[in-house]
């Protein structure tokens, strides 16, 4: 689409009966000085993910997969096979259980959700390469991760549909600290 | 206080200590010169020196024109001392910390260059022109802001500290760490925050009745992501565009950061660029995983949100030296993330007697407040503590008290990592006769 195009496709967006919507959105006496804008037009930003799957990509991958992905992209920090993280900020992707008040909060020892794996790598990773991977990648990594956790097995296919089914072990085991302010 | 410095002068009017060990009255130090000085003199162990001034002479840099006023000023040659201190100066591939140094400041504000500032992906370069904040999610009409556009919205200012859930989280050590204010408590920080209220932009994109929280999201390159309830949101949050009168610092979220006054550090996300309005948090890795709190039990703590009632001695503290027995302030800063501090207990006996310090005006809610407190050291050793209450009754646990609930590690943690956060307690620092200051548990 062109530029040209675009405008029209937004200008098109706006005239829309949304436009009434709008019309009705500013307070009064608000400055108006924002843009209106379509989800769509965000879309490239809003990466976010939920705990119930909402925000997840279209695509797939195991942890076979996830290896080898893990291998070319990941373990020069992290260590191979997630142990001994060669970088001083990344730590192990596994360990044992949690031993006292500083942790190993790791994914099978720490994690309430399945989606913090894929919404952190997808938005945030390889730390000097972030937003390169592909959805199939991510999926794919996010798999070998729970898979060397021993949460789910090596073929298990990860997607929009089955990693927010994944139960983690540690996830009934938090407390909210001030309820009365949510 | 030149009359103080007259011995003798003044002496008539003593001031009876208040607590052990030499603490004074607090209204000593509320402009009463001749009170102070009777303080100063009354009693045993005076310690006043009593040498004579040497005759004054003209320095050199009273005899010659000075150096040209530069546009943009920065302190004395002879204060380059006075430096955050980092924690990975290299930029390895790892977050980095620069921490401020409490124990060389005084006063309530800290310096924007001296601002605390964490960054987990290093320090963005935001060209101001190009960066967009957008609102979107459960709203009538998702809505885009230029820094421009934002900056033609009606403004309040606001003083208030931002603390990382981190700070002094060193003190989970079983064994104290020999460190300055600065390594313990270093990533706490407070300035004027100048921007436009949160709630003024909600009303303009309107809001789906549905909406709970809201993610909010930096221009970093983690794009680091934090859940913040709309009761907050709603409450004080702030867009905030301006540190201390000028535009934010890049290690405070230039162009533009989420300002939650008294919520931790993390949650107040810089460089922000992008709120969703949503029903449910989106349990990022900052708040699924990061700043969950493990307790001694293997449950955790969830959104903690607030940095709790908080008071450290900074002068004296670890790395000053006393110069012999005499006069000295003790003081501090106490905060809450609830509200405005209401009274700071000092004591000079590891809390077995405590006086009630000054608080210096304005008392401000979720902002430091210094507390200042006269001390008359006789120069045997001696335990400094302080103790803040808020204004809603919360009190400063002692170190016993909050590892009783918290727990501490079973070996020293790295001093500049989080093994865990949301540490409260009382810091004791222990002066000892060679005037030299240990940090003690006590």
Known sequence: MSTLEARYALALLLALPSTAAFAEAPGPGTPGFGKPVSEADIAAWDISVMPDGTGLPAGSGTAVQGARVYAEKCSACHGDNGRNPAAAGAGPMVSGPIAG???????????????????????????????TLTSDEVYAVTAYLLSINKIIGETDVMNAQTLPKVKMPNRDNFIIRFPDRI | ????????????????AVA?????????????????????????????????????TDEPWSLETGAVTPP?????????????????????????????????????????????????SGLPDIDPEKHRLAIHGLVKQPMVY????????????????????????????????????????????????TGVRLSTLLEETGIDPKAKWIIAEGADSHALSRSVPMKKALDDAMIALYQNGERLMPGNGYPMRLLLPGYEGNMNVKFLRRLKLVEEPAMSMYEGRTYSQILPGGKAYRFYFLQEVKSFITHPSFGHSLKGPGFYEVSGVAYSGTGRIAKVLVSADAGKSWA??????????????????????????????????????????????????????????PILGFPNQHFNSITSWRVESSGEIKHVYA
């Open chain 2, 1 to 16: 206080m030149g009359k103080s410095n007259r011995r003798g002068d003044g002496g008539g009017r003593q001031l009876n």
């Open chain 2, 72 to 120: 943009l000023q920065t302190p004395s040659r002879f204060e380059k001392h006075v430096v955050r201190t980092l924690s990975n100066p290299d930029n390895e591939f790892r977050n980095s910390h620069a921490r401020t140094p409490h124990h060389l400041l005084n006063g309530s504000v800290t310096p924007n260059s001296l601002h605390f500032s964490i960054n987990h």
């Open chain 2, 356 to 413: 009630e310090a000054a608080l210096q005006a304005p008392v401000l809610p979720k902002a430091f407040t210094r507390f200042r407190m006269p001390w008359r050291w006789d120069g045997q050793p001696v335990v400094l503590q302080s103790r803040a209450w808020d204004e809603a009754g919360n009190v400063q646990p002692t170190r016993a008290e909050f590892v009783a609930l918290r727990g501490e590690t079973k070996a020293p943690p």
């Open chain 2, 20 to 56: 052990g060990n030499g603490l004074v009255d607090r209204r000593a130090l509320l402009g009463r010169g001749a009170a102070l000085a009777g303080a100063m003199t009354a009693g045993i162990g005076t310690g006043l020196t009593s040498a004579a001034a040497e005759p004054l």
């Open chain 2, 146 to 193: 230029t820094l421009e556009a934002l900056s033609r919205y009606p403004m309040v200012s606001q003083m208030a500290f931002l603390e990382c859930g981190g700070n002094s989280a060193p003190m989970f050590s079983p064994q104290p760490f020999q460190a300055t204010a600065q390594a313990l408590h270093g990533l706490v920080s407070c300035a004027e925050w």
């Open chain 1, 101 to 131: 008040i500083d942790g190993p909060k790791t994914i099978g020892s720490f994690y309430g959700y399945s989606t913090i794996v894929f919404d952190f790598v997808r938005r945030a990773m390889p730390y000097n390469m972030p937003r």
